[in-house]
């Protein structure tokens, strides 16, 4: 809930200014104009999604003290 409470009002924070440079670039769409580099986005970003969760993960586990079982998952070894 935290999570998703942050995620709208950034994007209420945001909106403005990708607005303003939209009207001053006359763009519909960020990035309308380099069509390579927005496809270049949205192909990596289904390939780094699932390791910004897998960071968020092991993060945590770091955090909550369990850094035995981080190094485990992260790099394949017991530290035991």
């Known amino acids: 809930m935290v999570r998703r409470h942050s995620v709208r009002r950034s994007a209420r924070t945001i909106a403005p200014s990708v607005d303003a440079l939209l009207k001053n670039t006359a763009q519909a769409t960020l990035l309308e104009r380099n069509r390579l580099l927005a496809r270049s986005i949205r192909y990596r970003s289904a390939y780094l999604d699932p390791l910004n969760h897998i960071q968020i993960e092991l993060l945590k586990r770091h955090r ?14 017991s530290t035991e």
């Open 64 to 77: 909550a003290g369990e850094t035995s079982r981080c190094s485990e998952v992260f790099i394949g070894q």
